[in-house]
């Protein structure tokens, strides 16, 4: 059953045309096609065997990790901070990025402590 518009407007000068139904094109057809396979997961993917690795599930450690990833950033930018301040050639590009980059970790880093303490007072919140 198709769905007629209620109010029938005359298209626009230089409007797009709706796209036809998928079987309207024929064979041999150029434009959307749906997808015939899925997609296979990337070599970078946590799965193995279809369920979750050990590493992906242990939240604790991975939280450990990126903390320590933060710190590794900031104590770089720093660093190169103190080397540019000793008076040593420091490329000052570099010095902006890697500043840069460990000023947006410690801001993600706040988020999702934000987030996490949030999901705490939610779940305080529940009643038994």
């Known amino acids: 059953m198709a769905i007629t518009p209620i109010y029938s407007n005359p298209p626009m000068p230089g409007a797009i045309s709706p796209l036809p139904a998928p079987g309207a094109m024929g064979p041999g057809a150029t434009g959307p096609a749906a997808p015939t396979a899925p997609l296979a997961p990337t070599s970078d993917s946590k799965l193995v065997g279809g369920t979750p690795s050990p590493a992906s599930t242990d939240f604790p450690n991975m ?3 990126m903390l320590g990833q933060l710190n590794d950033l ?3 930018a720093d660093g190169l901070a ?3 301040a000793g008076g040593e ?3 000052l590009h570099q010095l902006m990025v890697s500043m840069d980059t460990a000023s947006l970790g410690f801001d993600l880093g706040v988020q999702v402590r934000n987030r996490l303490l949030e999901a705490y ?4 919140k529940m009643s038994v």
């Open 121 to 124: 007072q939610e779940i305080t």
């Open 82 to 84: 103190a080397k540019a």
């Open 63 to 65: 939280l450990k990790n």
């Open 74 to 76: 900031a104590q770089q």
């Open 89 to 91: 050639d420091v490329d």
